[in-house]
């Protein structure tokens, strides 16, 4: 190994969060569990998370927290999963799974049977139980495609699903089948940000994490989870976080 390659693994490099995040991705198309074209779509979810800082702003920690509070009182909630989310974060979403109550499904926009059944193992290798994966039995109304596809005893009848790194159409599927959807996507523009009921704009792996915490927090207070998702303003949260990528350039031009 070259230095430069050395580096690269040393949690003291400026980029190790970034790099450690590209090989989990890398590894992950070796196992079967990653599509190449996941390594694009974290590509342009990098280049967004450039413009945040990438760290969590405001606005996304007030959408992390109405959508631990919205899966707390939801009656059927649902964790979607795909690659490049069960490469980069597995063990949290198990995590989260087991604080919510959800079902996780993996939902693939590539489908096939083999990448679900091997994202299905790599989920219960961290402790993950009742994972749907292989032999979906429903369709997304309106998606009349591979893509389409999912679990009727999950998504399918799911009242509220957590979509990390969703493509828009689904998201658009999801919401107009009246189930409240909270994505986690990078993009602020991104058809699935704007069409989420709770739309956290923000890295998946800080953004799980943080859901964790709050769902934790709000555990045994349905009362104060139920008053936080009425009086959440995604619209209003949105427009926020424009403001604020507005302002950041706006220093950076006139410091
Ligand atoms: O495993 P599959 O077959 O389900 O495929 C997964 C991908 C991600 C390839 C598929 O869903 C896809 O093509 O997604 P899109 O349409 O490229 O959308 C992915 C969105 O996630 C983009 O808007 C990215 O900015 C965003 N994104 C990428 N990496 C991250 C992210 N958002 C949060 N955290 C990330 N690490």
Same mark, same amino acid.
């Given at each position: ?12 490099? #400026?980029?190790?969060?970034? @790099? ?7 590894? %992950?198309?070796?196992?079967? +569990? ?5 390594? /694009?779509?974290? %590509? ?14 405001? #606005? ?19 964790? =979607? ?60 109304? %309106? ?45 602020? @523009? =991104?058809?699935?940000?704007?069409? =989420?009921? /709770? =739309? ?10 943080? /859901? /964790? ?31 604020? +990528? ?8 006139? #410091?």
């Amino acid at each position: 190994m070259c230095p430069d390659e050395k580096a690269k693994f040393d949690p003291s490099h #400026p980029r190790y969060i970034s @790099l450690r995040a590209r090989e989990l991705l890398v590894a %992950g198309v070796r196992d079967g +569990i990653v599509v190449p074209e996941g390594l /694009i779509a974290h %590509g342009r979810g990098e280049m967004f998370d450039y413009l945040f800082g990438e760290e969590t702003l405001a #606005p996304a920690l007030s959408a992390e927290r109405a959508a631990a509070a919205a899966m707390m009182i939801a009656e059927k909630p649902v964790i =979607s999963v795909n690659g490049n989310t069960a490469a980069l974060c597995a063990e949290d979403i198990v995590l989260l799974s087991k604080v919510t109550g959800a079902c996780i499904e993996v939902n693939l926009f590539h489908w096939s049977d083999e990448r679900a059944k091997a994202i299905r193992r790599l989920l219960e290798s961290k402790g993950g139980s009742e994972v749907l994966a292989e032999d979906p039995d429903a369709v997304l109304e %309106g998606v009349h495609h591979d893509r389409g596809r999912c679990h009727a005893e999950g998504i399918f009848s799911a009242d509220t699903v957590l979509v990390p790194l969703e493509d828009g159409d689904r998201a658009c599927a999801l919401a107009g089948m009246g189930k409240t959807v909270i994505s986690i996507d990078l993009n602020p @523009l =991104s058809r699935t940000t704007l069409f =989420s009921t /709770i =739309s956290i704009v923000d890295e998946v792996t800080r953004a799980v994490p943080n /859901i /964790i915490r709050f769902s934790n927090e709000l555990a045994e207070n349905a009362v104060l989870a139920s008053n936080t998702v009425q009086s959440f303003d995604n619209a209003a949260q949105l427009r926020e976080l424009f403001r604020l +990528i507005g302002e950041r350039f706006a220093k950076l031009a006139h #410091p």
